[in-house]
């Protein structure tokens, strides 16, 4: 087991569902193995202002279902600088901390990845964010979750838009990338799907709506991911096509941060312990600077600049399949 007594676990950046079933898993995997843990509120803004909390088995009761995280998360600038990185290091050497265990997207590995190459402080990732945009992992804690959101949701405004024979534009999260989109448009039967790996464009949209109602279809559904470049934004791609084609009553519906909340899936919950587990285990093993991710259902390591510096790609059987069944 090394040198490794004593494992602190904190989330950073953007909450989402699954968060808490990771810490729970970090801490009680600790304390099977008979090592110290730490939980750090506020993420790195804890870590530098020394907001610790020893914890055990008991302290993670009854959290695995619940969304959000119990150790807060805070974005910080200061651990930008080498100096608030130095104040952080301090801090948990004042705490007799080995390793720690962080759990949130790129900007959270990012700073660990630098923590790790200043003070050689051994560092394990977890990723937990649900725009599932993470490299070297299928998926990210909260994707599957945000999905079913997302799904229920739009359910629920097709009901509206079927009613009053209403085009709806949802928008929802993915400023970078289509996975929540592209998956839930499909799961959910949308009409259309926009999303930024895909330029669809002003006219493509119109063409296809106008099929559409020429088809026979009363109401309609297209789903914007929020960094689709076809408009501006959903308001002023709305607004164009209301004005192209005023046959249609167009609504819009921005899904927001209803999104990151609510309980885990089953998916994530069973995700976050697996991950969990596998993070205390490696840095056990000696392995530092890694995050944990999942392929072909099995947990692997990928560094950690791998993760940050890479891409995910969208799954291009996935956009063939949309296209057929928007036919």
Known sequence: MGDIKKIAVFTSGGDSPGMNAAIR????????LKLECVGIYRGYQGMIEGDFKEMNARSVNNIINKGGTILKSARCKEFRTKQGRQLAYDQLKKEKVDAFVVIGGDGSFTGAMLFNKEFDFPVIGIPGTIDNDIFGTTFTLGYDTALNTVVEAIDKIRDTASSHNRLFFVEVMGRDVGH???????GAGAEEILIPEEDLGLERLLDSLKRSKKSGKSSSIV??????????NVFELAEYV???????????????????????SCYDRVLASRMGVKAVESL???????MVGVKDNKLILTPIEKAVKGHTKIDSELIRVSDIMTT
């Open 25 to 32: 898993s970090v801490v009680r995997t600790c304390a099977y």
């Open 180 to 186: 929540i989109a592209l998956n839930s448009g499909v």
């Open 223 to 232: 789903i914007v991911a929020e960094g689709d470049k076809t408009g501006k």
């Open 242 to 264: 209301e004005e192209h084609l005023p046959i249609y009553d167009v609504r819009v519906s921005v899904l927001g941060h209803m999104q990151r909340g609510g309980s885990p």
């Open 284 to 290: 056990l093993d000696g392995k530092t600077n890694f």
